[in-house]
């Protein structure tokens, strides 16, 4: 393995974390606020649909992208509006989301394009494109720290770039900012909160619709800037497994970012090395590469990796009592 | 300067009129009138249930009530939520803390009122006012300490700091000393001295008549939901002060004869329990109890009563040794369970009665017969469970514990406090056991349902029952129990004769001062 191919798999690792860093820090601002959300998967396949759909109808990206962050909050507002309005179970009002979701999409997407629950295929304005930084190609000369630049940071598109720069700013907000402290007091004891004079409900209800603003920007990268045009399902469970990198990373934005590039990692080797041969046990079936990232899911859930310690408030809606 | 001038003809920095509120058909607030002086100490007292918290809760914008007025310094101001009775210079101190648990001091004191976007600035200017308000108060605490790293005393300051630093000219206490040390008591009870002197009005909440007496300046009584008076604390007693709580005369200390105690009936050596985490709650615990005498377990909560209870009632398991009446039983592994303790003749009272004691959701003859549910008198059969003579059971039992309403057919959560206790009470005791292990009888349980609880249990102690009595409440130990052991850090730390000792010894003994008398450890001399 050379050092351009290592180059070449942290680059689509980069590519492949950045809908999960999206959706990791969506679930950490709602679960920070004291609202567990496992609709994160259907909340990014609504945006992944909307984006593409109108992207591909108006052929302009960014009124794809304001249609998928549309739909994502629409969704995180009705999951607010069941967990804190009408104080209801937040894993069923999630569930829902996510099969409301899955079902739309596909319905919607069959009634208006023919194509089997896709989307058309998007080009030129229709997609977000890679970004060339200055003068890659000529860096990209220098040895060793020249593809760094060249390949690794540059040519990826803005969202990337957008999801990156997301993680410094949540931890920002959230240890930095009145926002971001008595986010994290709701989380863990909503009636500090309340006695301090503080609405815990308007609280919840920002926190809930950063959360689907930011699964909004995953899901909308996924479909026209990952790919081009939407696919049934193509999220494929990677809401859960941004939920599962929340828990890894014990709801803290810089392991957020760790835990998504790992399960990042793991895709791009997947998808780099269809058959992994090692002499004298044979070889790897593809199969078995491509689900590593759900195996590690599972042991990050079974608490295979030490304590985490949820917000203390999370999933109790707040009731002030008598 | 002369400040007592300037009350008496400035108006009234608390004043409600008409206050009235109701939680669907229970009306918790009665046409409440009240008037509070600035500077003063003012004490309201009353029963659980009776509409105390209700009312502060309204004062303080928590609950907004169906009708009256607030006027605070003269103006009258309409209390929509905490915001802005915070605006009005109320601060609260609720009983249970509204404090994040794992922000430090700082950010807990600021939350709410950082006033600005950024942090930092209100986190150093609040760096700043605590080491003030700790010299002037002696409210010291450490300002970057995690709120769960401190001792409740501690918490407690970090709550009348939070209420400092939003400038409140009000202190509303709800009931502060149930968790605390008797000196931490009394050093509370400094700092609100010095907080009146300085101005600050203080409303104090508690149904301990003693502070009353000790600390307050004014009283008012609340019974159901009504204000039944306001009197100078210099002008009443705690007599008068029970009798209309209650509405009723009340024996407040129940008549005890010396009894003859027989054998050593419960012997505990070496009581040992690890908890889940691995922490020692219990280290090497010993004690006996002999037939006809109370022995009370004194201690601040959460110094190892809830595992002593728990492993001698079978609940959890522990190491060491555990005879009753001579006869050795497990304390661990096979045999060692609640329902193998019951066959021994040990009866359990839990600490926690609704975890623990009954299953709200369940009828009330249910609840009588649980736990003896297998025994033949609730069965017709190997099968088939007796309702109807449960039910006429539970009827008996009822009536003889005046238990209201006494109606076997009602769910236990519709009961009050007292009454669930009762139910307890009369399942546990109509078993006829040799030993009765007892937590904290008349937790949440009014004045008079405690007059009756203590009866029988002295009752039973004249009937030959040994009776092990755990109790944060000292005044409860010093009335019932003939011997006191008290338990600091999951240790017996000392051990007096009732009759020999007083409140300042325990007091030290429960914060964990042994004493370097030398004495005779009690339990020696009289074994």
């Known amino acids: 393995m050379d050092y351009l191919t290592i180059i070449q798999i942290l680059d689509s690792m980069l590519r492949l974390s950045a809908p999960l860093i999206f959706a990791c820090l969506a679930g950490l601002f709602s679960e920070r606020s004291g609202i567990f959300d496992i609709g994160l998967e259907g909340k990014m396949l609504a945006s992944a649909f909307f984006s593409a759909a109108v992207a591909a109808a108006t052929g302009s990206v960014w009124l794809g992208l304001m249609a998928g962050l549309t739909a994502s909050m629409i969704l995180a507002a009705i999951h607010g509006f069941a967990s804190i309005t009408f104080q209801g179970n937040q894993l069923i009002s999630g569930v829902a989301i996510n099969f409301l979701a899955s079902g739309m999409t596909a319905l919607i997407g069959q009634n208006w394009f023919r194509l089997g629950g896709r989307t058309p295929s998007l080009s030129g304005d229709g997609r977000f494109l890679p970004i060339e930084f200055p003068f890659a190609e000529s860096i990209g000369k220098i040895p060793f720290l020249g593809p760094i630049y060249s390949e690794l940071l540059s040519g990826h598109t803005i969202l990337v770039y957008v999801a990156l720069l997301t993680v410094p700013f949540t931890w920002w907000l959230l240890f930095k900012t009145r926002f971001g402290l008595r986010l994290r007091a709701v989380g863990e004891n909503p009636e500090a909160v309340d006695t301090g004079g503080v609405s815990v409900s308007f609280l919840r209800y920002r926190a809930v619709l950063i959360c689907g603003l930011l699964c909004g920007l995953g899901g909308a990268y996924l479909a026209t800037g990952m790919a081009a045009g939407f696919i049934r399902d193509m999220t494929a469970g990677k809401g859960f497994i941004a939920l599962a990198a929340l828990i890894f990373a014990k709801w803290r934005p810089a392991y957020a970012l760790y835990a998504c590039l790992l399960f990042g990692f793991l895709e791009a080797i997947a998808i780099r090395y269809q058959n992994i041969t090692i002499e004298g046990v044979g070889t790897i079936p593809v199969q078995f590469m491509q689900a590593l990232p759900y195996i590690l899911t599972i042991v990050i859930l079974a608490g295979l990796v030490g304590k985490a310690i949820p917000p203390k408030a999370g999933g109790e809606p707040y009731v002030k009592e008598r | ?527």
């Open chain 2, 1 to 527: 300067m002369d400040t007592k001038v300037q009350h008496e003809s400035a108006a009234p920095m608390i004043e409600l009129r008409g206050i009235s509120k109701s939680f669907g058909p229970v009306q918790a607030n009665k046409n409440i009138n009240l008037k509070v002086n600035k500077g003063s100490i003012h004490g309201i007292v009353g029963e659980n249930g009776a509409g105390k918290s209700t009312l502060m809760s309204i004062l303080y914008g928590f609950y907004k009530s169906d009708l009256g007025e607030i006027y605070i310094n003269g103006e009258h101001i309409n209390i929509t939520d905490s915001h802005v009775a915070i605006e009005a210079g109320i601060g609260m101190v609720h009983q249970h803390f509204k404090l994040v648990e794992n922000f430090t001091v700082l950010e807990n004191v600021i939350l709410g009122t950082e006033n600005s976007f950024l942090i930092n600035p209100a986190l150093n200017n609040a760096r700043v006012l605590l080491s003030d308000l700790a010299s002037t108060y002696s409210l010291e605490v450490n300002p970057d300490a995690l709120i769960e790293d401190l001792s409740v005393g501690h918490q407690q300051r970090v709550e009348i700091l939070k209420a400092l630093y939003r400038q409140a000219d009000i202190l509303i206490l709800d009931e502060p000393t149930g968790v605390l040390t008797p000196a931490e008591a009394d050093h509370l009870f400094n700092i609100l001295r010095n907080l009146s002197k300085e101005g600050k009005t203080i409303i104090l909440i508690t149904h301990k008549l003693k502070e009353i007496m000790s600390v307050t300046d004014t009283v008012s009584v609340m019974r159901r939901g009504e204000m039944t008076a306001t009197l100078e604390t210099s002008k009443t007693n705690p007599q008068e002060l029970a009798e209309l709580m209650v509405g009723r005369s009340v024996l407040l200390r129940v008549e005890k004869d010396a009894t003859e105690v027989g054998d050593k009936s419960l012997e505990v050596h070496n009581l040992s329990v690890t908890d889940k985490r691995g922490v020692t709650a219990l280290k090497n615990v010993s004690f006996h109890v002999r037939k006809g005498e109370i022995l009370g377990i004194a201690g601040v909560a959460g110094n190892g009563q809830t595992e002593l209870l728990e492993a001698l009632g079978g609940i959890s398991p522990a190491t060491g040794t555990m005879k009753i009446d001579g006869e050795e039983i497990a304390l661990h592994g096979k045999g060692s369970d609640a329902r193998s303790r019951r066959e021994y003749g040990v009866s359990h009272v839990p600490e926690d009665r609704q975890k623990l004691g009954l299953i709200l959701d369940f009828f009330a003859w249910e609840n009588i017969a649980f736990g003896y549910h297998h025994k033949d008198e609730f069965n017709k059969n190997w099968l088939l469970m007796d309702n109807g003579k449960t039910r006429e059971i539970a009827r008996e039992e009822m009536a003889k514990f005046d238990i209201r309403p006494p109606t076997p057919n009602n769910l236990v959560k519709n009961f009050s406090g007292g009454n669930q206790q009762k139910i307890v009470l009369a399942r546990e005791l109509e078993q006829h056991p040799k030993v009765l292990i007892v937590g904290q009888p008349t937790r949440g349980v009014d004045i008079g349902a405690i007059e009756f609880i203590h009866q029988k249990i002295i009752d039973l102690r004249d009937k030959g029952v040994a009776i092990l009595l755990v109790s944060v409440e000292l005044d409860e130990i010093f009335s019932l129990s003939d011997r006191v052991a008290v338990l600091f850090d999951g240790k017996i730390i000392g051990e007096r004769i009732t009759e020999e000792t007083n409140e300042s010894e325990l007091g030290l003994l429960m914060a964990g001062i042994e004493d370097g008398s030398g004495e005779q450890p009690v339990m020696e001399s009289i074994a």
